[in-house]
């Protein structure tokens, strides 16, 4: 992990979770405004050597500044939330937390990938291709007919995510080498140089990675505009 002023210390749930991917992507895209004002990350993510590989690729998050471990060691002495339980195993939790139980808030940001968001920036550029094999690609054009441009347009975040899902279906033994930790969350720190506790969000539910979705990474608006 490189020097820097501050560091931003990220624990993603299981690679192959919707969180950890829309996570590192809007990561990547604020990446040289993070390095410009001396905010090094290190993303610490469940799974192993082939799924950090293959999510590195995907998303475009550098490899060195992610680590990875087999089990949720770090998150559960940091006592973050491990997901529902139920007598039937992890995936019957997975997907009552994708339903709302167990997982606030949820539903609402499933739903603002459809219905669009003018608080939220836009998320796909006009002269973007989506590709989203096996289905039709999408040209960014297209959501600026649908609904305008300059904020994130109604389908464009849920056309992100189907781009993700598909990734992980495609390769689902890949990103998810083990199941016993598909409800596990994550959170956010970060440091001072001097190692101070500046900020932390603790993951409630799915697709809750941040305090404020529209913008996942307003809570460092502060420290970038220091620069």
């Not at 998150?75 to 997907?95: D, N, Q, S, V």
């Not at 849920?158 to 990103?175: C, D, F, P």
């Not at 970060?190 to 101070?196: S, V």
């Amino acid at each position: 992990m490189e020097k820097g002023k501050y560091r931003l210390i990220i624990l993603l749930p299981q690679l192959g979770d919707f969180d950890s991917l829309e996570y590192a992507q809007a990561l990547v895209a604020d990446m040289p405004r993070l390095r410009a004002a001396g905010i090094s990350t290190l993303a610490i993510g469940i799974g192993n050597a082939e799924s950090a590989e293959r999510f590195c690729t995907f998303t475009g998050f550098p490899k060195q500044n992610m680590l990875v471990d087999e089990e949720p060691t770090l998150h559960r002495e940091l006592g973050l939330y491990g997901g529902l339980k139920t007598l039937g195993g992890p995936w019957p939790a997975l997907f009552l937390m994708c339903a709302g139980i167990g997982s606030p808030g949820t539903l609402s940001e499933v739903l603002r990938g459809y219905t669009g968001d003018r608080n939220a920036p836009q998320r796909i550029a006009n002269n973007e291709t989506i590709n989203i094999s096996p289905f039709p690609s999408v040209r960014g054009s297209f959501f600026r007919r649908a609904g305008g441009e300059g904020f994130q347009r109604p389908f464009e975040l849920a056309t992100i995510r189907l781009r993700n899902m598909i990734e992980v279906l495609s390769n689902l033994g890949t990103y998810l080498p083990r199941d016993d930790f598909i409800t596990q969350r994550g959170g956010t720190y970060l440091l001072d140089c001097d190692d101070t506790l500046l900020y932390s969000h603790q993951d409630k539910g799915i697709l809750g990675f941040s305090e404020t979705m529209a913008k996942p990474l307003s809570f460092l608006g502060q420290y970038l505009d220091k620069n």
